[in-house]
């Protein structure tokens, strides 16, 4: 059975600190993980597909549309410290980003220019913008002369603006927290200019093959990850103050927002 961190593998070190509390977990619910790599650009869809998942993280919105019945393991309850809105529990939001030495100072003045996104199957990176420029339409087809996707990894989104190839970009706000920590120099280069509305994070899935049984081990060792003194420093440095055990149902607010954007014809951010 594997564990993976794609989603969240900021940097080599990054990824060290995801093995150890990955293997410290497995440890503690007694189930053997390989924890393995799974770099960018391999497409996540071969890495959900397989059946030997058991800890792997996944984006909601495939999550909620998927016809396979992924097991929930555990959602990561992020630290934040600076969110232009309030962001509670297992939730996140995605940051529109634009170049800190740029003009930009909202949204709106961003329009006319170029947006990127990140694929058509994510949510933070393609969604929740969309849902958050719909409300900009205003009886328009677009807001920007170009739209330049798939770009495919929030760090491919973020290069876009500090390689000037973008005006804004959309940035998964944990993703964004981890670089902030441990990239201050270059997370100091955007800024955040608008926040869509929360919704709930990337989780830990298991595959319909996986027993049950050890689904919930791992999930209660999760739950029980912050009372670990051993485990503190990992999740200091993750940005995280725990894991929580989501609801099935919390995931289907992704769904929603998709089927209110192609009800008003806008299929992607543009």
């Known amino acids: 059975m594997i564990a993976c961190s794609r ?3 900021l940097n080599p070190a990054l990824s060290s600190h995801w093995r150890s509390l990955f293997e410290h977990t497995a440890a503690v619910a007694g189930v053997p993980l390989d924890v393995i790599d799974y770099a960018a650009p391999a497409p996540l869809d071969l890495l959900w597909a397989r059946t030997d998942l058991a800890c792997v993280f996944m984006c909601g919105w495939p999550f909620q549309r998927t016809t396979r019945a992924f097991q929930i393991v555990a959602a990561p309850i992020p630290e934040y410290h600076a969110t232009l809105h309030p962001l509670t529990g297992p939730q996140y939001c995605t940051n529109m980003v634009v170049s800190d030495a740029g003009p930009f100072n909202r949204l709106q003045d961003t329009f006319g220019g170029r947006i990127a996104w990140t694929d058509r199957g994510s949510h933070s990176g393609f969604n929740a913008p969309r849902k958050l ?20 990894t929030p760090r491919a989104s973020l290069n876009s603006i500090l ?18 920590r441990h990239e201050p120099d270059t997370a100091r280069r955007i800024r955040v200019i608008a926040q869509t509305p929360a919704s709930p994070i990337p989780l830990l899935v298991a595959a319909p093959e996986i027993a049950p049984e050890i689904v919930a081990k ?10 670990s003194p051993q485990l503190a420093p990992y999740l200091k440095d993750l940005c995280l103050s725990g894991f929580a055990i989501p609801s099935r149902k919390d995931y289907a607010v992704t769904d929603q927002w998709h089927a ?6 806008y299929h992607e951010p543009c």
């Open 260 to 265: 209110e954007a192609m009800a008003a014809g």
């Open 163 to 180: 390689e000037g190839r973008a005006d804004v970009a959309p940035l998964d706000s944990y993703f964004h927290s981890l670089l902030a």
């Open 7 to 9: 989603m969240y593998n």
């Open 133 to 152: 420029l719909l409300d900009h339409l205003n009886g328009q087809e677009r807001l920007y002369s170009e739209s330049i996707g798939p770009v495919v």
């Open 218 to 227: 791992l999930g209660e060792a999760f739950a029980q990850a912050a009372d």
